[in-house]
């Protein structure tokens, strides 16, 4: 008789089929670092600074861990909350074959963008397969 004993995290997640894992926004300073140090308390400190401190922020990038093969298309929705403002949406390809079914992936706003959009206020990341929408993460105010 067998006795299956489950400790530890209270969900299970798969990773068949193609999907995003999280997304992390991270601001990026003058020389488009995101952190001062080798730390996640380096970074997570770093970005508290660049977030207080808008003119250290020169510009945006998202990072995205999906899990998938073959050929996708990244999309990124932004809103700011400048009255009248609309949405920008950027998209990348990407081609995953091979071993390994965890990837990472950056769609960086650039700096000149950045400037001209504004500080995003929410934000969408959505995983395509030509017209099929696969899996999306969004943040809490979009």
């Known amino acids: ?7 530890g995290c209270g969900t299970i ?3 068949s089929g193609t999907g995003i894992v999280k997304v992390l926004p991270h601001y990026l300073d003058e ?3 995101h952190t001062d140090g080798p730390t996640l308390l380096h970074r997570d400190s770093y970005q508290d ?3 207080d401190n808008p003119k250290l922020t020169h510009s945006i990038r998202y990072d995205v861990n999906w899990y998938g093969t073959g050929e996708v298309t990244l ?3 932004l809103r700011n909350s400048e009255p009248g403002s609309k949405p920008i949406s950027m998209e990348q390809r990407i081609v995953k074959s091979g071993l390994g079914n965890r990837h990472w992936a950056s ?3 650039d700096p000149e963008t950045y400037r001209e959009f504004g500080r995003p206020y929410s934000w969408r990341v959505s995983l395509w397969r030509g017209q099929e929408m696969l899996d999306e993460e969004e ?3 979009w």
Request: glycine share 4%; net charge neutral.
């Open 1 to 7: 008789m067998a006795v299956w004993v489950l400790t």
């Open 13 to 15: 997640q798969t990773l």
């Open 31 to 33: 020389e488009g670092q």
């Open 49 to 51: 600074e660049l977030r």
């Open 75 to 77: 999309r990124l929705e």
């Open 107 to 109: 769609i960086k706003i």
């Open 139 to 141: 943040s809490f105010l």
